[in-house]
């Protein structure tokens, strides 16, 4: 199960983290930020500990957004997991690349900006289009 966040600033921009050539997969693709869920740990946990590791800042506010379910093929092989999608307010000023090793830059767009498809993270598309009108 992973956790997937659209952090924004409230004012219709968005922050997204190209992935490196040393991210485990999709490098060169802008990313919006998802991390796993550990035993132990519960989904808010998460959400805020990833968000501070990936973007250096706290949570103002969050959303629940719905799951998806996730299929495609990573090297050669099928793949599923759920994911837990959430809408979350962050600081603009404060945000940051806190992994550089997985993030090549991070950067903020609005949907005028976005990344074209073939740049994005292979589940963007599909979580764009399901909470288009909610984001």
Not at 14 to 36: C, L, P, T, Y
Not at 122 to 131: A, I, R, V
């Amino acid at each position: 199960m992973t956790i997937v966040y659209f952090c924004h600033d409230g004012k219709g921009n968005f922050v997204m983290g190209k992935r490196s050539q040393k991210a485990r997969d999709e490098n060169g693709h802008w990313d919006i930020g998802a991390g796993g869920l550990e035993l132990h740990d519960t989904v808010e946990q998460t959400l805020r500990k990833e968000i501070m590791e990936e973007y250096c800042t706290e949570v103002l506010d969050f959303e629940f957004l719905g799951f998806r379910d996730v299929h495609r093929q990573h090297n050669g092989k099928p793949t599923y997991w759920i994911a837990l999608d959430f809408k979350v307010l962050v600081d603009p000023g404060k945000v940051r690349n806190g992994e550089p090793h997985k993030f090549d830059e991070v950067r903020w767009f609005n949907k005028q900006t976005v990344p074209k498809e073939d740049r994005q993270h292979s589940q963007l598309p599909h979580f764009l289009e399901k909470y288009k009108d909610r984001l």
